[in-house]
């Protein structure tokens, strides 16, 4: 039966985590396994890599096949260089004493790049942040120049509008004046026509009194006469 190291799927959608497993090659991939090796979470960032370092490697001694991922995951935390070290060991190249040595300061070289990219992270993240405050900061510096300007702009505006009230209300008023005016102007000349007309009906009052006084007067004098001319003959 032949063995194959390789993931299985595992998490949400957007969220992948992977399970290590040992498994036949012949089941599918997210089927039956035969042994679980350790867990990989490709969404952090470094990668949390996990693994029972002495069971996996004792897989590969024993034969056991590769996928791609898998390969890249047990060379990145060591397990094919020790079992690159142990084969040498095994060939008589090296001791194992020696082995251990190179291996430790391989882990140690290891250790020190991981720190190195960590400390790289957190201080683009730092930047990163800060740039980002900095940009809000400038931001709503922008919003509030904004909002000044806008409430000027209102302010400005409101000021002219009452400006045009007043020029509005002035021109209401010298008109209402004016009209008043008119009116007063108008009732003075009624006033004085109806006057004049009362006069002229006294005047023709009086004349005709006068007429019919005079009327009544003539006669008299005309009977008068009359009455003294035979006397004289």
């Given at each position: 039966m032949a063995t194959r190291i390789r993931l299985q799927r595992h998490g949400k959608k957007g969220k992948a985590f992977f399970h290590l497993v040992a498994a036949d090659s012949r089941a599918k991939r997210d089927g039956r396994f035969i042994e679980k090796l350790g867990t990989y979470n490709p969404v952090a960032n470094p990668a949390v890599i996990d693994i029972n370092f002495d069971n996996t490697l004792a897989w590969l001694q024993?034969?056991?096949?590769?996928?791609?991922?898998?390969?890249?995951i047990l060379s990145y935390k060591g397990v094919l260089h020790k079992n690159h070290l142990l084969k040498g060991v095994a060939k008589?190249?090296?001791?194992?004493?020696?082995?251990?040595?190179?291996?430790?300061?391989?882990?140690?070289?290891?250790?020190?790049?991981?720190?190195g990219k960590k400390d790289s992270l957190s201080k683009s993240a730092s930047?990163?942040?800060?740039?980002?405050?900095?940009?809000?900061?400038?931001?709503?510096?922008?919003?509030?120049?904004?909002i000044e300007a806008k409430n000027t702009v209102i302010e400005e505006e409101v000021v002219a509008d009452e400006a045009v009230s007043d020029e509005v209300v002035a021109e209401e008023a010298v008109a209402d004046e004016a009209v008043a005016e008119e009116v007063v102007a108008e009732e003075v000349v009624a006033e004085e026509a109806v006057a004049e007309e009362a006069v002229a009906e006294e005047v023709v009052a009086e004349e005709a009194v006068t007429e019919e006084a005079v009327a009544e007067e003539t006669p008299e004098a005309d009977e008068s006469s009359a009455e003294e001319a035979p006397a004289a003959e």
């Open positions: 024993k034969g056991a096949e590769m996928s791609e991922t898998a390969r890249a008589g190249a090296l001791t194992l004493e020696q082995a251990e040595a190179k291996f430790t300061q391989w882990l140690q070289e290891k250790d020190g790049k991981i720190e930047k990163e942040k800060a740039n980002r405050m900095k940009a809000e900061v400038e931001a709503n510096i922008a919003k509030a120049a904004m």
